[in-house]
């Protein structure tokens, strides 16, 4: 068993980004590590490119940030099976996208930027809100529609915002956030922050028009967007190749280059996510496709099974599961015990337990929320009740 | 022909009958009738619609398994994946491409998947399916052309599962809007809107798809286009709506009875190019009207069938035409009970409209 010394600061050893290496939920490391210790490890797979030379396969990283990964996708996939459980029970009603399998994806980009950064996402977005510094309780009191809900409970598991950490959501119209993020990324530009952003859509957004005007008119303008497509291989229940004549969604994009990404290895998300970074910042926009997969089906009324069989899932699972890599890196590398990552796990279930149990302290909104904000505050626009005469209210 | 409604929810049984929830099965038959829920209705049409016209197409979004509602079962294992095949996500692509389709003389079914996603299509319905035989001097047209499209409420859509997009349509001269409120109104609706020589968007309220069940003919039938129906008939005051409203409102009218209000209730069934000469014969009996419909009420339908009935009946109403129709919010998650026009908000409109 390696000894390791105290980590002194936190922040990365190898990288010349400016990301911080920040744990999304802050606990005290079970080990003690040299500050300076970097491991580089080899991706699963190389990169593939698209009009541009892929970057190297060998990233490097730390153990701190390994355990946080360990850690952080614990959680998510926590919370995504105790949001399973929930809906079941008929605490949260409506849609629910999980995104249990796809969590290297959230959690490696995040690893690579900073919160000035802006991320863009369409409705499998609970986890890309909890790698954004979003909490537990606020992601279970949306789902729930409760009042501590991170948009107010009157969005829902599709809708849910940061505005703080630069998250635009959480949109249900597919393909919708893609111009929306270009047009971030047009205000980052104008503004010289700095800053990228990351416009994230699946394989079944990827064949609607309004994309391939905002990649156009993103090109055209140098914007510093990096197209996101986590491919997990099923539009609902179409397979890719039953829905695009070209499945090679790196390549869609023609002039715009484009990088093949293996999404389930979180440290070929970070190295992928920090070379599109910099290639944004000067080159304009880059497309990057996720290899991913989802265990659960398309929402919770979808059984996952009738479009694709169960070898095929627990077969990712076994060889491609996220976790799971971390964890056999962890170990390889003597950096923890299984116990002691057991151990986090069951910390990780402890605070999803606790975190709901909170959420559903939370009231329902008030019913005067249902006219709150259609339009700005003070704008009063006067609704009748039935009688058309006295009864009256006029929306705040 | 009754039109029986299972009890879930907000929606109380007003029939003889109640189902169980094995909705699973696509035939419900007892007592050797033919009883079938809306999305087996819409299903059979669609069988015959094929049957009968072997240049027929129908083609949208995961329609090829049957579709999310169930709707497109069994039609492409019997018509073969040339008739019946799914499209790739492009509501824009899925519209152009049908009229494409249909303006050489084919008749193309297409689905969007939900209503609330045909609005990346409406530049395509809109500006090229309503106007193709107009600006062409009646060289071309799309009248083969009919969009299907599952609407409406559902308890739990939330913002883009629920809305009521009709009233955008029935602006546009050149389409026709028809929303059918029952199994058997479904499949004679859909078999004529689809033989209809113009571009026809149906829309199907989903609430009902397992809900409804009625006696359906199993044979080729039509319903006529552009004919409202009364469904009731009363002497006190005029109710007009559509689609799954209708039971609502069929619930609000029982109850109105008990208080001695007696409720005329008229199904619209097609919405352009509606039918006013029945409800200006109705309303000229009964002095007064109520039109009540899910979407919200500035701009909704309700305002052109007031604004007509207003200027056909000036003096012979008794009091103002009230409008029951959901809220100027979007549709929304949590509170949509409130945002409803629910059986209690009619009430009230009734009892206020007969003592103006």
Same mark, same amino acid.
């Given at each position: ?13 190898? =990288?010349?980004? =400016? ?72 605490? #949260? ?25 802006? #991320? ?52 249900? #119209? ?42 156009? #008119? ?179 | ?356």
């Amino acid at each position: 068993m390696a000894l390791l010394r105290r980590l002194v600061s936190s922040s990365s050893s190898s =990288s010349s980004s =400016s990301a911080l290496l920040r744990p999304i939920l802050t606990s005290p490391l079970s080990r003690p590590f040299s500050s300076d210790q970097t491991l580089t490890i080899e991706t699963s797979v190389p990169f593939t490119g698209h009009k541009i030379e892929p970057p190297s396969r060998s990233v490097d990283t730390s153990p701190a940030e390994l355990l946080s990964f360990f850690r952080d996708m614990s959680l998510m996939r926590r919370m995504e099976i105790a949001a399973d459980s929930l809906y079941k029970a008929k605490l #949260i009603r409506g849609f629910c996208h999980l995104y249990d399998g796809q969590e290297a994806a959230a959690v490696g980009m995040e690893a690579a930027i900073t919160k000035k950064d802006s #991320i863009i996402t369409a409705y499998r977005d609970h986890c890309t809100f909890l790698a954004r510094g979003g909490t537990l309780v606020e992601a279970f009191a949306e789902l729930m529609g409760r009042r501590n809900g991170c948009s107010d409970g009157k969005g829902g598991s599709m809708h849910f915002y940061k505005k703080d950490a630069r998250f635009y959501g959480g949109h249900g #119209i597919v393909g919708a956030q893609v111009p929306l993020g270009c047009g971030v990324a047009f205000a980052h530009k104008y503004l010289k922050e700095g800053a990228v952003t990351f416009a994230l859509y699946g394989d079944g957004a990827a064949n609607q028009g309004q994309l391939f005007e905002a990649l156009n #008119i993103s090109a055209l303008w140098d914007l510093p967007v990096i197209l996101i497509c986590e491919n997990n291989h099923y539009g609902m229940g179409t397979a890719e190749w039953r829905a695009a004549k070209s499945p090679a969604y790196y390549k869609r994009g023609d002039y715009v280059p484009g990088l093949k990404v293996d999404g389930m290895d979180v440290l070929a998300v970070k190295q992928a996510c920090k070379f599109a970074k910099e290639h944004a910042l000067a080159n304009g926009p880059i497309i990057l496709e996720m290899d991913t997969y989802r265990y659960h089906g398309h929402s919770m009324s979808d059984p996952g099974s009738t479009y694709r069989t169960r070898d095929e899932i627990s077969g990712v699972r076994q060889e491609r599961d996220p976790i799971e890599r971390v964890r056999k890196l962890i170990l390889a590398h003597e950096l923890a015990t299984a116990s002691e990552l057991k151990d986090t796990e069951k910390e990780v279930r402890k605070e999803v337990d606790d975190a709901i149990a909170q959420a559903k302290e939370s009231p329902m909104p008030d019913p005067s929320e249902l006219f709150t904000n259609v339009y700005v505050k003070g704008f009063g626009v006067e609704s009748f009740g039935a009688d058309r005469k006295e009864v009256k209210a006029v929306l705040p | 022909m009754s039109t029986i409604f299972r009890v879930l929810g907000r929606r109380v049984s007003i029939g003889k009958r109640s189902f169980s929830t094995s909705g699973e099965a696509e035939k419900l038959p007892r007592e050797g009738k033919n009883l079938v829920n809306l999305f087996t209705a819409i299903n059979q049409a669609l069988h015959i619609a094929l049957e009968t016209d072997p240049r027929a197409y129908v083609f949208g979004e995961d329609v090829s398994f049957g579709g999310v509602f169930r709707c497109t079962t069994g039609l492409a294992d019997r018509f073969g994946r040339d008739r019946v095949f799914n499209t790739p996500l492009c509501e824009q692509g899925i519209a152009g491409f049908a009229i494409g389709l249909a303006a050489m003389d084919n008749r193309a079914i297409a689905e969007i998947q939900f209503a609330d996603y045909i609005y990346p299509a409406f530049d395509q319905i809109v500006n090229e399916a309503a106007k193709f035989r107009y600006r062409s001097g009646n060289q071309f047209n799309c009248g083969g052309l009919t969009i299907r499209s599952p609407y409406g409420a559902v308890g739990h859509g939330g913002h883009y599962h629920s809305q009521s997009p009709e009233s955008f349509f029935c602006h546009v001269p050149g389409l026709k809007v028809v929303i059918p409120r029952s199994p058997r109104q479904a499949k004679g609706l859909l078999l004529a809107s689809i033989r209809d020589p113009n571009p026809v968007i149906f829309f199907e309220p989903k609430w009902l798809y397992r809900l409804a069940v009625e006696e359906v003919p199993e044979e080729d039938y039509m319903l006529p286009l552009s004919e409202a129906e009364v469904i009731r008939k009363g002497s006190d005051i005029t109710l007009v709506g559509w689609g799954a409203q209708l039971s609502i409102l069929e619930q609000a009218c029982e109850e109105a009875a008990k208080e001695g209000i007696s409720c005329e209730l008229i199904d619209l069934k097609t919405l352009i190019p509606w039918d006013k000469e029945t409800v200006e014969a109705s309303v000229k009996k009964t002095g007064r009207l109520i039109v009540s419909h899910e979407a919200p009420v500035t701009g909704g339908f309700g305002a052109e069938i007031s604004a007509s009935i207003i200027e056909r009946c000036f003096l012979r109403l008794e009091a103002p035409v009230a409008r029951i129709c959901g809220l100027d919010t979007p549709f929304p998650l949590v509170f949509e009970p409130f945002y409803m026009p629910t059986k209690n908000k009619i009430l009230d409109a009734i009892r206020a409209t007969v003592n103006y």
